[in-house]
T-cell receptor, first 112, second 112 residues
Framework: SQTIHQWPATLVQPVGSPLSLECTVE??????LYWYRQAAGRGLQLLFY??????ISSEVPQNLSASRPQDRQFILSSKKLLLSDSGFYLC???????????FGPGTRLTVT | DQQVKQNSPSLSVQEGRISILNCDYT??????FLWYKKYPAEGPTFLIS?????DKNEDGRFTVFLNKSAKHLSLHIVPSQPGDSAVYFC???????????FGTGTRLKVLA
């Protein structure tokens, strides 16, 4: 069966520090991968998605970037965090033959 | 521009009764719709989906109805249980775009 992992679960970082969040999927190959952010009291905002290694589409211009160095690995990064980057970050995947999207457990990021 | 809207931020229902959660969309190109359930500090869990070629899909206590002419879908939970208390998100996708647009969520509280 397929599983999706995200780490760390929680993170507290000062303003101006770098960020790296990692997501990996097991049990499938060539998944579509996604990064979402849920700000406090808000819905899920799509940040990036990838349909293959090295292919990244950005949905919202911002202080973040994403990379997909391997088929089942998706990384969210920032060179310098802003206070507004605080939120709950979720990684998700779906198979190329299915629409159902499955989410990881999320990372709670607090920028202080 | 919010393409997927959940206009009720919260809903309270008595245990055993029906819960009806609503979702409206503006993009007529959306052809696949999904509902997710989310507990605090966890990733959303996929509940049920529907393709635009159908107007109803049922899975146990959960039924999703789609009214394409009104650009409206709803999730019915019968009977409601206290464990159903969570935030429910609807999402929409246009085939070929790989993107999912989420609503802002409705917080359901089932009262025992």
């Amino acid at each position: 069966s397929q599983t999706i992992h995200q780490w760390p679960a929680t993170l507290v970082q000062p303003v101006g520090s770098p960020l790296s969040l990692e997501c990996t999927v097991e049990g499938t190959s060539n998944p579509n991968l996604y990064w979402y952010r849920q700000a406090a009291g808000r819905g899920l905002q799509l940040l990036f998605y990838s349909v293959g290694i090295g292919q990244i589409s950005s949905e919202v211009p911002q202080n973040l970037s994403a990379s997909r160095p391997q088929d089942r690995q998706f990384i969210l990064s920032s060179k310098k965090l802003l206070l507004s980057d605080s939120g709950f970050y979720l990684c998700a995947w779906n198979g190329t033959d299915k629409y159902e999207q499955y989410f990881g457990p999320g990372t709670r990021l607090t920028v202080t | 521009d919010q393409q997927v809207k959940q206009n009720s931020p919260s809903l309270s229902v008595q245990e055993g009764r029906i819960s009806i959660l609503n979702c409206d969309y503006t993009n007529s190109m959306f052809d696949y719709f999904l509902w997710y359930k989310k507990y605090p500090a966890e990733g959303p869990t996929f509940l049920i989906s529907i393709s635009s070629i159908k107007d109803k899909n049922e899975d146990g206590r959960f039924t999703v109805f789609l009214n394409k002419s009104a650009k409206h879908l709803s999730l019915h939970i019968v009977p409601s249980q206290p464990g159903d208390s969570a935030v429910y998100f609807c999402a929409a996708s246009e085939s070929g775009t790989y993107k999912y647009i989420f609503g802002t969520g409705t917080r359901l509280k089932v009262l025992a």
